[in-house]
Protein backbone atom coordinates (compact mmCIF):
# COMPACT_ATOMS: atom_id res chain seq x y z
CA UNK A 1 0.00 0.00 0.00
CA UNK A 2 1.47 3.36 -0.74
CA UNK A 3 2.51 5.73 2.40
CA UNK A 4 0.07 8.27 1.44
CA UNK A 5 -2.96 5.96 1.64
CA UNK A 6 -1.55 4.22 4.65
CA UNK A 7 -3.49 6.57 6.82
CA UNK A 8 -6.41 7.37 5.59
CA UNK A 9 -9.36 6.77 7.10
CA UNK A 10 -13.22 6.97 6.10
CA UNK A 11 -14.20 9.12 8.63
CA UNK A 12 -13.85 12.85 9.86
CA UNK A 13 -14.14 14.46 13.50
CA UNK A 14 -16.20 17.82 12.96
CA UNK A 15 -16.72 18.49 16.49
CA UNK A 16 -19.32 20.17 18.73
CA UNK A 17 -21.18 19.91 21.17
CA UNK A 18 -25.03 18.72 21.81
CA UNK A 19 -26.88 18.69 25.12
CA UNK A 20 -30.76 17.72 25.94
CA UNK A 21 -32.78 18.48 29.01
CA UNK A 22 -36.33 16.93 29.91
CA UNK A 23 -38.94 18.52 32.16
CA UNK A 24 -41.78 17.76 33.60
CA UNK A 25 -43.64 19.54 30.65
CA UNK A 26 -40.94 20.66 28.09
CA UNK A 27 -37.68 19.94 26.67
CA UNK A 28 -34.77 22.28 25.54
CA UNK A 29 -32.07 20.75 22.93
CA UNK A 30 -28.96 22.37 22.17
CA UNK A 31 -25.68 22.36 20.21
CA UNK A 32 -23.33 25.05 18.73
CA UNK A 33 -23.00 25.91 15.42
CA UNK A 34 -19.55 25.82 14.50
CA UNK A 35 -17.80 23.37 12.25
CA UNK A 36 -14.55 21.76 12.38
CA UNK A 37 -11.65 19.59 11.02
CA UNK A 38 -8.74 19.73 12.59
CA UNK A 39 -7.29 23.08 13.76
CA UNK A 40 -9.46 24.33 10.78
CA UNK A 41 -13.20 26.18 10.79
CA UNK A 42 -15.43 24.91 8.25
CA UNK A 43 -18.14 27.40 9.02
CA UNK A 44 -19.33 28.57 11.78
CA UNK A 45 -22.70 28.51 10.98
CA UNK A 46 -23.98 25.51 10.73
CA UNK A 47 -26.75 23.71 12.31
CA UNK A 48 -26.68 20.42 14.49
CA UNK A 49 -30.25 19.99 15.09
CA UNK A 50 -32.60 18.55 12.97
CA UNK A 51 -36.60 17.87 13.11
CA UNK A 52 -37.41 14.54 13.00
CA UNK A 53 -40.97 15.04 13.65
CA UNK A 54 -43.07 17.82 14.96
CA UNK A 55 -42.17 16.57 18.85
CA UNK A 56 -38.95 15.12 18.18
CA UNK A 57 -35.56 16.63 17.22
CA UNK A 58 -32.14 15.06 17.05
CA UNK A 59 -29.07 17.04 17.85
CA UNK A 60 -25.55 14.89 16.34
CA UNK A 61 -22.13 15.45 16.59
CA UNK A 62 -19.56 13.33 15.06
CA UNK A 63 -18.76 13.41 11.01
CA UNK A 64 -21.21 15.19 9.64
CA UNK A 65 -21.53 13.90 6.20
CA UNK A 66 -22.42 10.28 8.11
CA UNK A 67 -24.60 12.81 10.18
CA UNK A 68 -26.30 13.68 6.61
CA UNK A 69 -26.53 10.20 5.73
CA UNK A 70 -28.43 8.65 8.89
CA UNK A 71 -30.92 12.10 8.75
CA UNK A 72 -31.82 10.80 4.83
CA UNK A 73 -32.31 7.53 6.16
CA UNK A 74 -34.44 8.63 9.49
CA UNK A 75 -36.77 11.14 7.62
CA UNK A 76 -37.76 8.12 5.01
CA UNK A 77 -38.63 5.77 6.93
CA UNK A 78 -40.91 8.42 9.09
CA UNK A 79 -41.97 8.93 5.92
CA UNK A 80 -43.08 5.72 4.85
CA UNK A 81 -44.83 5.40 8.69
CA UNK A 82 -46.74 8.24 8.27
CA UNK A 83 -48.30 6.19 5.03
CA UNK A 84 -49.16 3.21 6.48
CA UNK A 85 -50.45 5.01 10.05
CA UNK A 86 -51.71 8.06 9.04
CA UNK A 87 -50.15 9.62 12.26
CA UNK A 88 -46.46 11.01 13.11
CA UNK A 89 -43.94 8.70 15.50
CA UNK A 90 -43.98 9.47 19.06
CA UNK A 91 -40.71 10.36 21.01
CA UNK A 92 -39.93 6.97 22.06
CA UNK A 93 -41.22 5.26 18.90
CA UNK A 94 -38.22 7.71 16.52
CA UNK A 95 -36.34 6.83 19.46
CA UNK A 96 -35.90 2.61 18.96
CA UNK A 97 -35.99 3.72 14.93
CA UNK A 98 -32.88 5.67 15.75
CA UNK A 99 -31.56 2.69 17.57
CA UNK A 100 -32.26 0.15 15.00
CA UNK A 101 -31.26 2.30 12.32
CA UNK A 102 -27.65 2.67 13.97
CA UNK A 103 -27.19 -1.04 15.21
CA UNK A 104 -28.13 -2.23 11.16
CA UNK A 105 -24.70 -0.23 10.29
CA UNK A 106 -22.99 -1.78 13.64
CA UNK A 107 -19.95 -3.21 11.30
CA UNK A 108 -19.25 -0.03 9.21
CA UNK A 109 -21.02 2.82 11.72
CA UNK A 110 -22.21 6.16 11.56
CA UNK A 111 -19.86 8.22 13.19
CA UNK A 112 -22.53 10.28 14.65
CA UNK A 113 -23.06 10.78 18.49
CA UNK A 114 -26.81 11.87 18.48
CA UNK A 115 -29.08 13.26 21.57
CA UNK A 116 -32.87 12.79 20.92
CA UNK A 117 -35.04 15.10 22.28
CA UNK A 118 -39.00 15.96 22.65
CA UNK A 119 -42.33 15.15 23.84
CA UNK A 120 -43.88 11.80 24.66
CA UNK A 121 -47.43 10.91 24.44
CA UNK A 122 -48.15 12.00 27.85
CA UNK A 123 -46.70 15.20 26.94
CA UNK A 124 -43.63 14.92 29.70
CA UNK A 125 -39.63 15.82 28.28
CA UNK A 126 -38.10 12.91 27.06
CA UNK A 127 -34.20 12.70 25.85
CA UNK A 128 -32.52 9.53 24.83
CA UNK A 129 -28.76 9.50 24.43
CA UNK A 130 -26.75 6.82 22.72
CA UNK A 131 -23.40 5.69 21.13
CA UNK A 132 -22.67 5.33 17.84
CA UNK A 133 -23.79 1.65 17.34
CA UNK A 134 -27.47 2.11 18.46
CA UNK A 135 -27.19 1.20 22.27
CA UNK A 136 -29.66 4.08 24.07
CA UNK A 137 -31.26 5.10 27.03
CA UNK A 138 -33.93 7.48 28.20
CA UNK A 139 -32.67 9.97 30.76
CA UNK A 140 -33.23 13.51 31.81
CA UNK A 141 -30.71 15.25 30.27
CA UNK A 142 -27.27 14.20 28.46
CA UNK A 143 -24.69 15.73 26.69
CA UNK A 144 -22.58 14.32 23.01
CA UNK A 145 -19.57 15.61 21.25
CA UNK A 146 -16.49 16.95 22.02
CA UNK A 147 -17.51 19.48 25.00
CA UNK A 148 -19.88 16.67 26.50
CA UNK A 149 -16.57 15.58 29.09
CA UNK A 150 -16.79 19.42 30.15
CA UNK A 151 -20.77 19.79 30.60
CA UNK A 152 -21.78 16.34 31.61
CA UNK A 153 -19.81 16.78 35.55
CA UNK A 154 -21.29 20.01 35.48
CA UNK A 155 -25.23 18.95 34.27
CA UNK A 156 -24.83 16.07 37.20
CA UNK A 157 -23.56 18.74 39.56
CA UNK A 158 -26.51 21.41 38.97
CA UNK A 159 -29.53 18.93 38.30
CA UNK A 160 -28.45 15.95 41.36
CA UNK A 161 -30.05 13.19 39.12
CA UNK A 162 -31.39 10.54 41.45
CA UNK A 163 -29.04 7.50 41.07
CA UNK A 164 -31.00 4.34 39.07
CA UNK A 165 -30.34 2.16 41.73
CA UNK A 166 -32.48 3.89 44.01
CA UNK A 167 -36.16 2.28 44.63
CA UNK A 168 -38.52 2.94 43.96
CA UNK A 169 -37.78 4.30 40.64
CA UNK A 170 -38.00 8.35 40.04
CA UNK A 171 -39.28 10.27 36.89
CA UNK A 172 -36.05 11.05 34.30
CA UNK A 173 -37.24 14.68 34.13
CA UNK A 174 -35.50 17.55 35.66
CA UNK A 175 -36.87 19.11 38.65
CA UNK A 176 -35.96 23.15 36.78
CA UNK A 177 -38.55 25.44 34.96
CA UNK A 178 -38.01 25.55 31.69
CA UNK A 179 -36.72 29.38 31.57
CA UNK A 180 -34.36 27.98 34.03
CA UNK A 181 -33.29 24.90 31.77
CA UNK A 182 -32.45 27.25 29.04
CA UNK A 183 -30.18 29.31 31.34
CA UNK A 184 -28.22 26.77 32.34
CA UNK A 185 -28.12 25.37 28.81
CA UNK A 186 -26.73 28.65 27.64
CA UNK A 187 -24.34 28.47 30.98
CA UNK A 188 -23.02 24.90 29.59
CA UNK A 189 -21.89 26.25 26.34
CA UNK A 190 -20.16 29.56 27.22
CA UNK A 191 -17.90 27.24 30.13
CA UNK A 192 -17.20 24.79 27.72
CA UNK A 193 -16.29 27.25 24.79
CA UNK A 194 -13.51 28.60 27.26
CA UNK A 195 -12.04 25.19 26.90
CA UNK A 196 -12.85 23.17 23.76
CA UNK A 197 -11.67 24.46 20.80
CA UNK A 198 -14.48 22.71 18.55
CA UNK A 199 -17.06 24.18 20.50
CA UNK A 200 -17.76 27.99 19.82
CA UNK A 201 -19.46 30.66 17.33
CA UNK A 202 -22.60 30.49 18.22
CA UNK A 203 -25.53 28.25 20.24
CA UNK A 204 -28.85 27.08 18.96
CA UNK A 205 -31.50 26.31 21.24
CA UNK A 206 -34.75 24.59 20.73
CA UNK A 207 -37.88 24.41 22.98
CA UNK A 208 -40.49 22.19 23.03
CA UNK A 209 -43.71 22.32 25.25
CA UNK A 210 -47.47 21.99 24.79
CA UNK A 211 -47.22 25.62 22.94
CA UNK A 212 -45.33 24.11 19.93
CA UNK A 213 -41.32 24.85 19.17
CA UNK A 214 -39.48 28.11 20.01
CA UNK A 215 -35.87 29.09 18.83
CA UNK A 216 -33.48 30.93 20.73
CA UNK A 217 -29.99 31.35 20.23
CA UNK A 218 -27.02 33.44 22.16
CA UNK A 219 -23.22 34.16 20.93
CA UNK A 220 -20.25 32.36 22.01
CA UNK A 221 -16.80 32.96 21.55
CA UNK A 222 -15.22 33.23 17.96
CA UNK A 223 -11.49 31.89 18.53
Known amino acids: MPKEHANWSPYDNNGGTCVAIAGADYCVIAADTRMSTGYSILTREYSKICKLADKSFMAS ?4 ADVKALQKVLSSRHLIYQH ?19 YYKRFFPYYAFNVLGGLDSEGKG ?13 VGYSAQGS ?4 ITPFLDN ?8 LLPAKDAVTPLSEAEAVDLVKTCFSSATERDIYTGDSVEIIILNANGVRHESEQLRKD
Open 126 to 138: CVFTYDAVGSYER
Open 147 to 150: GATL
Open 61 to 64: SGFQ
Open 158 to 165: QLKSPSPL
Open 84 to 102: QHNKQMSCPAMAQLLSNTL
